[in-house]
């Protein structure tokens, strides 16, 4: 019923409007994780994502390919436009 999650990101514009992007996200999830110090151990869950971004007229274009070793899985991710 409770989680810790903490995310760190790179944006990196290496060419006007095009973007080098990197995330890593660690996170804990349990039932009543705050009331035991078990969130200050090695994160149960970790995420790693790299990508390219252009700036259009239309918005923002990300292609994004991620991973994650707790389910060895890769998945690729496209978005078009701002967030709202």
């Given at each position: ?56 007229i ?27």
């Amino acid at each position: 019923n409770s989680y810790l999650k903490s995310t760190f990101k790179l944006d990196y514009e290496f060419i006007k409007k095009n973007h080098l992007l990197g995330y890593v996200n660690y996170a804990n999830a349990d039932n009543n994780l705050y009331n035991s110090t078990d969130w200050f151990d090695t994160p149960e869950f970790s995420g790693y994502a790299l990508g390219y971004g252009v700036e259009t007229i239309i918005g923002p274009i990300n292609l994004i390919c991620s991973y994650s070793p707790e389910v060895n899985k890769t998945e690729w991710y496209i978005s078009l436009g701002y967030w709202f």
